[in-house]
């Protein structure tokens, strides 16, 4: 998720709950009373006996409180440098296949790379199937964008074991919610591990350090990379073959973060890029956004091509091949745009020409409060706005519901069609049924991580790529993955986009990728993209995420059935570490 609003989902439990006094009870023996309690000390981390704690787990769940304050401003840390985890044992069925595992939900310390001194308390659930070869079972981290989400929208969205049931891409009514046993599931070919960076869900620095100090495109990447490091070694998964998963700025993330385990000796067998920008300096490209535009109107009846298309995927060729033809010459030539340009334009979009005229022909043409015009000009007679993150979606755009800022609390029409399921059921699955709770609120959505972000980065040659000299954003990573391909030849990447994503558009993408600083004809063949009839948020579209599962299994497949890359690779991370 790119979103940059603020939604803190606080804590509640159900009938039943305990009574007074056990909070404080607790908090004086969480320690005990959290599996696998663990207490960074000066000299290394005193780690439990992990065996004895999977025993113990045979026995039943272990319940996990934890007292500690979360603060979420840029200047907020903790105090204490523990590690917890509540655990818990599930089954479910993928295909016709069961499946035993262990859901575990906790911090793990992340430490500062020059000191080895504590830097952060990292939460995360992972869910394990149990009784498996550490050393052949595939392990993959999952996160968010923002930057300052958590993991909470890809976690009961996409592949855990449980999903929300949505009504997308019509909004899902108020609660009742249900939260259903996961078809799609990617447990069946790997454990998951989904990550929360600092300043979001329950993670936080570990004092002196502070959150700020975690919030930029290196400082962010290089806590992730420790928080992986750490989780390997807590749960001797250092032999596995690895994933990555990243949505959003998550993609970027996912970029540099390859690099910096690569230069740390963790090779990676995989990468998914989920709704990418990689060059931040084309946000906003027209050219890139044309067939997103291309594609909400079509599916809202809009457009006006004759013959009408014969379906969505081949719309979208004939789309990208006029966007970056004819509408790139026009855009070029405005305002003596051809005629004939101008109406296949109106014919595309469903925009009258004195319309499109008056925004210059420019696709992503905002008003003075940042709305993009084409969103709330398509259907605007039926007193409705397209969605950014899913243009499917719509909501109310009259009255004062024009004057609501979309980017504010969540009000963009995507988000308020699944906001208040994401919030009830991770309330009800953390406490309930993971049995992870806390006296803090949960943030999903850190605000002020966005507006403290240190975009400056460099990149594996020692270049800026960050801020330009005139402080813009001109973020690019797209070069920091070329680097870890070009070094690890045999790293898989998918990139994954939905046709009716205006926030990062998949044509865009396309275009990044093809720029891409990778010039061996070998090594791109170990990357692919594919484009699914849904949204930024891919898997809430259920035809989708069962098209995106089976996309991520084969190439998960492909990375591990390759008996000869898994031993470059397992060589190459040996070389880093031995």
């Known amino acids: 998720m790119s979103r940059k609003a603020t939604t803190v989902i606080t804590p509640r439990r159900r009938a039943g709950m305990p009574a007074p006094g056990w909070a404080a009870r607790t908090a004086r023996n969480w320690q005990a009373y959290c599996s696998g309690g663990r207490r960074f000390q000066e000299g290394g981390i ?3 006996n992990h065996a004895s ?11 996990c409180f934890d007292p500690t304050a979360y603060g979420t401003g840029p200047g907020d840390s903790v105090a204490e ?6 655990i818990t044992h599930h089954g479910t069925t993928i295909g016709k296949r069961a499946y035993q595992y262990t859901a575990t939900a906790g911090h793990l310390v992340a430490v500062d790379a020059g000191s ?3 830097a952060a308390k990292i939460f995360y659930v992972a869910f394990t199937v149990d009784g498996q070869d550490l050393n052949t079972r595939p392990l993959t981290f999952f996160y968010n964008g923002g930057p300052g989400s958590s993991s909470v929208f890809v976690l009961l969205g996409s592949f855990a074991p449980k999903r929300i049931k949505t009504s ?3 909004f899902t009514p108020p609660p009742p919610y249900t939260l259903e046993d996961n078809p799609d599931s990617l447990l069946d070919k790997s454990d998951l591990v989904f990550i929360n960076p600092v300043g979001t869900g329950y993670s936080a620095a570990i004092a002196p350090f502070k959150n700020k100090d975690f ?6 990447a290089r806590s992730i990379t420790q928080f992986i490091k750490r989780y390997l070694t807590a749960n001797d998964r250092w032999n596995s073959p690895k994933f990555l998963f990243g949505e959003s700025y998550g993609t970027p993330r996912s970029a540099v973060l390859s690099y910096l385990l690569h230069e740390d000796g963790v090779d990676l067998n995989g990468i998914t890029l989920q709704s990418s920008i990689l060059d931040y300096s084309q946000a906003g490209n027209p050219i890139g956004a044309l067939p997103t535009a291309v594609a909400d109107a079509w599916y809202h009846k809009k457009t006006r091509l004759t013959p009408p298309p014969a379906d969505l995927p081949t719309l979208m060729e004939s789309a990208a091949l006029f966007a970056r033809s004819d509408y790139a010459k026009a855009l070029e030539k405005f305002p003596k745009a051809d005629p004939a340009t101008l109406k296949k334009l109106s014919d595309f979009t469903g925009i009258d020409q004195t319309t499109l005229t008056a925004w210059g022909l420019d696709i992503t043409a905002g008003d003075s409060h940042g709305r993009t015009l084409f969103l709330i000009s398509l259907l605007q007679s039926q007193g409705l706005a397209l969605g950014s993150y899913d243009g499917r979606v719509t909501g109310v755009d009259s009255g004062i519901a024009a004057d609501i800022s979309p980017n504010a609390g969540g009000n ?4 308020t069609a699944v906001a208040g399921v994401y919030t009830a059921m991770w309330n009800n699955y953390l406490n309930d049924g993971l049995k992870f709770t806390s006296n803090s609120a949960f943030t999903d959505l850190n605000d002020k991580a966005f507006q403290n972000w240190d975009f400056s980065h460099i990149d594996p040659t020692g270049a800026q790529k960050g801020i330009d000299a005139k402080g813009d954003v001109i973020l690019y990573t797209a070069g920091d993955l070329a680097a870890t391909m070009s070094l690890n030849v045999d790293l898989k990447v998918l990139s994954a986009n939905g046709y009716y994503d205006f926030v990062t558009p998949f044509y865009q993408t396309v275009m990044d990728l093809q720029k891409m600083p990778l010039v061996d004809a070998a090594v791109r063949k170990n990357l692919s993209a594919k484009f699914y009839p849904s949204g930024h948020m891919i898997y809430l579209e259920a035809a989708s995420r069962t098209a995106l599962k089976a996309d991520v299994a084969a190439m998960i497949d492909a990375a591990t059935s390759d008996h000869q890359a898994m031993a470059r690779i397992r060589s190459l991370q040996t070389l880093k570490t031995g």
């Open 53 to 63: 704690v999977r025993a113990a787990g045979a026995a039943g769940d272990q319940p």
């Open 46 to 48: 005193m780690s439990s």
């Open 81 to 86: 440098a523990s590690e917890n985890a509540a």
């Open 168 to 170: 997308m891409p019509g």
């Open 215 to 220: 919030w930029g495109v290196d400082q962010d």
């Open 116 to 118: 080895s001194q504590p």
């Open 412 to 415: 963009d029409p995507s988000m």
